[in-house]
């Protein structure tokens, strides 16, 4: 029995039934599925030790704390940071970029850049949007070329003394390209610029060490990795966090308050104001552990054959689809963008639907990206640990319907 069919049981609501078919979740890049020891850490909580962290001194307090800093200590040991202080929690990946640019933003000068890619997800432009439009910066981006990887010879001719932040995604959310992003941080190193890596659709997908990456920022979300939706963390740079300035204010965050002037507590406490989601950082402990307990070399490998099975399937059975993205599954994550020509990509997603097929279809929060593709929408089907060549067998007979459904609809206009 491979991964998919053994971990499937434990995720209770891949048995649902949807539109009296048996639910095929392929949409694990907008949202992973959890696993019943997720969701039952997270009732447990509920049921046994719910109180406010880090504040009162009776025995719930205490239980909830302890639990909290543990989930913090797993994250950390999942990702291969060196200490508990250099993970913050954050409600997920969008929070942990929008941190970074509101406290870099603060020191940008005017004629000052920031260099992202055109395949980033609007979390890691808007943010340097505005940090870029409130002090007078420059923002710049990394082209997209061939079958969906950075231009790192262009990427050459735009690094300069000017350069503050380079952020780019470690993998892309829409083509599924494996940035070489410890190549990318060297050369932003070299000219003193910070690296930011958006490790949202990496960390639940392949085998990290942070600490051998060579980036300065590394934003995640624990709902992508079988955690619970609000829960996700930034990693950074001790030093770094020890000089930045906080991000959200209020309780907790502090060491001492004076009407007029206040201390700030700790790193990481210091960017955790006011009550965290404590129940879905516990889950995404959990989940953290769950994934260690698999085995990331053994999740890579896993989607690395379903990936290739997917590549396959869809080119023998359906050669007219186009499909996006590297077609080399080692540089490629478990993420399959197509279109099903003369079909809207929405269209195609309600009629997948029908048949129990949960896929995404739209632009993916990548509009620049897809404008670069010249695409007005793309589907996507992407994978986790629970997915199987059965799932995938249902999408390719499911391409099957949509293509006989609009058959004689594509005909009549082309007729
Ligand atoms: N970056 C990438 C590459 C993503 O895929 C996503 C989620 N779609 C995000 C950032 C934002 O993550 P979140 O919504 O969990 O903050």
Redesign the pocket.
């Known amino acids: 029995m491979n991964m998919g069919e053994k971990t499937r049981r434990d995720f209770p609501i891949l048995s649902r039934i949807v539109n009296g078919h048996p639910l095929v979740y392929l949409d694990s890049?907008?949202?992973s599925q959890k696993p019943l020891a997720v969701i039952e850490a997270v009732s447990r909580y509920y049921e046994t030790s719910h109180a406010n962290v880090h504040r009162s001194i009776h025995t719930l307090g205490e239980e909830a704390t302890e639990r909290y800093e543990a989930a913090r200590d797993a994250v950390r040991a999942f990702v291969g940071a060196r200490s508990r202080e250099e993970i913050i929690f954050t409600?997920?990946?969008?929070?942990?970029?929008n941190l970074v640019a509101q406290a870099v933003g603060r020191t940008l000068k005017p004629g000052d850049e920031i260099i992202v890619s055109e395949l980033?997800?609007?979390?890691?432009l808007i943010p340097w949007q505005m940090a870029c439009r409130d002090r007078g910066a420059v923002l710049r981006a990394i082209p997209v070329v061939g079958e969906g990887y950075l231009d790192l010879d262009a990427f050459d001719r735009l690094l300069s003394p000017r350069t503050r932040v380079v952020a780019v995604?470690h993998?892309?959310?829409v083509l599924g390209t494996i940035n070489p992003v410890t190549q990318i941080a060297e050369r932003a190193h070299r000219v003193g610029a910070l690296v930011l890596l958006?490790g949202?659709?990496a960390v639940p997908h392949l085998p990290l060490d942070l600490n051998a990456l060579g980036a300065d920022f590394y934003?995640f979300?624990g709902?992508?990795m079988l955690g619970p939706?609000g829960s996700?963390a930034l990693w950074a740079r001790r030093q770094l966090l020890d000089a930045m300035p906080p991000f959200l204010a209020g309780g907790e965050m502090i060491r001492e308050v004076h009407l007029r002037r206040s201390e700030w507590n700790e790193v990481p406490w210091k960017f955790e104001a006011g009550t965290p989601d404590i129940a879905s950082s516990i889950g995404f402990g959990v989940a953290a552990d769950y994934l260690r307990e698999l085995g990331m070399d053994r999740v890579r490998e896993h989607e690395k054959e379903l990936l290739t099975y997917a590549l396959v399937q869809l080119m023998s059975n359906h050669p007219e689809i186009p499909l996006y993205g590297p077609l080399d599954a080692g540089l490629r994550s478990g993420v399959v963008p197509f279109n099903v020509p003369g079909v809207h990509a929405h269209d195609v997603a309600q009629v997948l639907d029908r048949s129990g097929v949960a896929v995404r279809a739209g632009h993916?929060?990548t509009m620049p990206l897809h404008e670069r593709l010249d695409l007005p929408a793309t589907v996507r089907a992407s994978f986790n640990v629970y997915t199987t060549k059965a799932d995938i067998d249902a999408l390719i007979s499911g391409i099957t319907e949509v293509k006989r459904l609009f058959g004689g609809f594509l005909k009549a206009g082309a007729g």
């Open positions: 890049a907008a949202s409600r997920g990946t969008t929070e942990g970029i980033e997800h609007h979390s890691n995604a993998v892309s959310n958006d949202a659709q934003a979300s709902h992508k939706t996700g993916h929060c």
